[in-house]
Each structure stands twice: as C-alpha cells, then as structure tokens.
C-alpha cells in the first residue's frame, strides 16, 4: 500500500478528502490509513471495516480490532460495538461473548443503535451476561425510536409472544410493518407471515419475494419451509421457485 505523506494529508481539504474516501477502496485505503495515524477516529473505524473486509487493503482482522479500539478509546461508539462484534465473532481474537457483551454495553450507552441491539440480544439470551429480558426490551425500544429496523422486527416478537408486555398482535403487525419496510428480512418475513393470517395474499407474497435480496442461507430455509406448509396453495407454490 503506497503512504499518503502528511504533507498531502494536510492540503486535501474537506471535501477533497470525502472525494477521496469515497473513491477507488485501495485509495481510499491509503488516506484513512495516514487520517487513522494521525489520531482520527473516523478513519480509525472506517479503516478497520477495510481491513476486516479486505476491501483495498489485505485483509486483516487483527489489525482491524487494533483501530477499533484505539477509535473506541475515543469514545466512538460505533467503534465499541465492533470491538464487540470482533470478540463475538473471533474477528482477529479468540470468540468471547462476556468480553463482547462488555462492549455492546459501552456502545449502547454511548448512542449507538447496533450497540443497542446487540446489547438487548445477549440480555434476551443471556449470552455473556444474566439474561434480562425486561432490560433488553428497554434497548430495543430505544433502538427502535432511532429508527433501527432489526430491532423494531425483535419487538414485533415480543409483543406477538407476549414477552415483557401484554400480547398485542396489532402492535406486532405495526412493529413488523416497520421493519419490513425499513429493510429487514425477518421484518418483511414476519409482516408477510401476518398478512398472510389475515387473507393479504399478494401482499404477503410481495413481502415474501424481497427476503431472499438480504436473508441468510440459514433463513432461507426457514421461510421456504413456512411457504411449503403453509395452508394456502399460492404460498405452497412460491416456496419451490427460484
């Protein structure tokens, strides 16, 4: 990777630099590269998704960890939920769930709405922490009034199921309305799942078509399982189509 000098670092202005950043990703590498030397916290997170990603740049999630902390100490709370998600995952250390619980704690009481969700996740698991699930609705509704889809889809269950709040299916069917429309595939999954209850056919259908843009492997099973056993013929039929 060719180094930006600070010369050149220093007489980009602003806007240039933004140019720059999102430009070419081995470009973009080598500027966020110097920023992040030069104690920029922004660049240290942006750099680290490079690394992690092996976007114009070697892959390199040790290395990766290492700037999201240093953007962390910063008090970046983006950066602390992916240090969360590096000890989650074994992104670049051996997977520990209490030391990234620790860290989704810290980016959710710093702001951030990933750091939220993760956070309320390992309270409802009881992953790295005590479960708590009554804590963890907390962060999700938090989460949610800033507009973040995963965790209006986990509310939608928790009012569907009934869990730290009274069973209310309209509530559900609302919280899982916002989540498919703001892009969440078990959102759009589970909005398509109620439509289809209460005789929406083509818009469940609509619904269930966007799933596999974003879904995983894994939930692709489960949906194309839900549309084989499902008691109208149309869904049974969309759940042997490509």
Not at 106 to 126: C, H, K
Not at 190 to 211: P, S
Request: aromatic share 12%.
């Amino acid at each position: 990777m060719n180094k930006i000098s600070v010369e050149q670092f220093n007489a980009a202005t602003p806007e240039e630099f933004a140019a720059i950043i999102s430009g070419p990703p081995e470009i973009a590498a080598c500027w966020l590269a110097t920023a992040a030397e030069h104690g920029i916290a922004d660049a240290q997170l942006r750099y680290g998704h490079m690394l992690l990603e092996g976007r114009g740049i070697e892959r390199d999630p040790g290395a990766a960890l290492d700037w999201f902390k240093k953007a962390a100490d910063q008090l970046d709370a983006m950066a602390m939920n992916m240090v969360g998600r590096c000890h989650e995952n074994g992104w670049g250390v051996e997977p520990d769930t209490t030391i990234a619980t620790y860290w989704f704690r810290r980016a959710a009481a710093n702001g951030s709405v990933w750091g939220m969700y993760n956070y309320g996740t390992s309270l409802t698991l009881g992953r790295g922490t005590k479960a708590n699930r009554v804590e963890a609705f907390i962060w999700f509704k938090n989460a949610a009034a800033k507009g973040h889809a995963k965790s209006m889809n986990i509310l939608g269950g928790f009012y569907e199921d009934g869990w730290e709040a009274e069973a209310n299916e309209q509530t559900a069917f609302d919280y899982y309305r916002l989540a498919a429309e703001g892009g969440d595939f078990r959102g759009q999954f589970n909005y398509g799942r109620l439509l289809a209850a209460r005789g929406h056919l083509d818009e469940a259908i609509g619904w269930f078509k966007l799933v596999p843009q974003t879904a995983t492997p894994a939930f692709m099973l489960k949906l194309r399982d839900f549309l084989a056993n499902a008691p109208h013929a149309r869904l049974r039929e969309l759940a042997h189509k490509p």
